[in-house]
């Protein structure tokens, strides 16, 4: 069975689908929700364009089952694929559907979700608990491997800062204000994303080299992101979808925080994780770097509190969640 992948044109999955070797189609759309009216009209009038060429493609290629994972991109091709009678699966990847999946769910023949608690937000016939899929490599990450690809210490504990592939620049700050007093305790793995990858680097390079040897830095990780998740005792990172699987896949002690301008949609992931006892959420205003400190000092002093919040984010695993969602579009896309 083939793949294509339909997106946005110049956005970071564009990237990501090419390396994988995925064919990729860009087609028009933007947000309309929370747009002033004249974006929103022209956003809407790319809704339309957006539409006609997703139902021009789905025409070319004849899917057996398409499926979409919510953002503005996913609104055109599914109405366009309902038009044309082809199975819908809908994959909620967050916790709290947004106004897209919202949307793309109504038409859709079934929606997978990552956690169980999202069920209350859909239609309950359509539903189906798959887990957050993650790539096969991931589970498969060993600890020992990881500290000698990194070249890590192994009389120190491991502390990994990840913000997402454009970073969080709060949180690369709030880290940056405390990095002498990390380096002087811990090892740290810091995936800084893009945008500040320059700045990283100047604070890095600013190190004496007795804490620079400790300071492990990267503007991102794409195949070895299983080995820095695996070395790592403590885990600190935006709320997006993925720790909802990366996390607890890997059975990871947190501590997240969620990006404020995302919705809610971070936040409802990071307190599902935290009332299940698998990570902490630390809000992203004032203080940050006060409270991160605290916490990470507390968590790698107690031994038994993060190992204990790392069994409870295992538990939380669905290790076979892609295989879930694969066996759920062949079935569609072959009539049962």
């Known amino acids: 069975m083939g793949v294509r992948w339909i997106g946005g044109r110049g956005g970071v999955e564009e990237a990501l689908v090419g390396r994988a070797g995925i064919a990729f189609d860009a087609i028009p759309a933007g947000g309309v929700h929370g747009m002033g009216s004249v974006r929103a009209a022209a956003n809407a009038l790319k809704l339309v364009a957006g539409t006609l060429k997703a139902f021009w493609l789905a025409g070319q290629y004849v899917p057996d089952v398409l499926l ?17 009678r082809i199975p819908i699966v809908v994959y909620l990847p967050d916790v709290e559907p947004g106004l897209a999946v919202k949307f793309a769910a109504r038409l859709s023949t079934r929606v997978a979700v990552s956690v169980e608690d999202s069920s209350k937000y859909l239609p309950p016939h359509k539903v189906v608990v798959t887990g957050y899929p993650t790539r096969s490599d991931l589970a498969r990450a060993d600890r020992a491997e990881a ?94 979808a993925s720790v909802l699987g990366e996390l607890t896949v890997l059975g990871r002690a947190s501590i997240l925080v969620p990006y404020p301008y995302a919705w809610r949609y971070q936040k409802v992931n ?38 204990e919040m790392q069994r409870r984010a295992k538990s939380l695993a669905r290790s076979d969640a892609a295989q879930r969602l694969a066996d759920l579009m062949i079935d569609l896309a072959e009539g049962r």
């Open 68 to 84: 979409v994972t919510g953002g503005f991109v996913s609104v055109p091709v599914a109405l366009a694929c309902r038009l044309r």
């Open 270 to 307: 990071a307190d599902y994780l935290a009332s299940k006892g698998a990570a902490i959420r630390v809000d992203d205003d004032e203080g940050l770097a006060a409270r991160l400190r605290s916490e990470i000092e507390r968590l790698m002093h107690d031994d038994a509190a993060r190992t």
């Open 147 to 240: 500290m000698g690809h990194f070249g890590l210490d192994g009389q120190r504990k491991t502390l990994m800062v990840f913000g997402g592939s454009q970073g969080a620049r709060s949180v690369n700050r709030a880290i940056g204000s405390i990095l002498d007093w990390l380096l002087e305790r811990y090892q740290l793995i810091h995936v800084s994303g893009s945008t500040d990858a320059a700045e990283a680097r100047a604070r890095r390079d600013a190190q004496p080299d007795a804490s620079r040897r400790h300071y492990h830095l990267f503007e991102y990780l794409h195949e070895d992101m299983g080995l820095a998740l695996a070395a790592a005792d403590l885990v600190v990172s935006r709320a997006g």
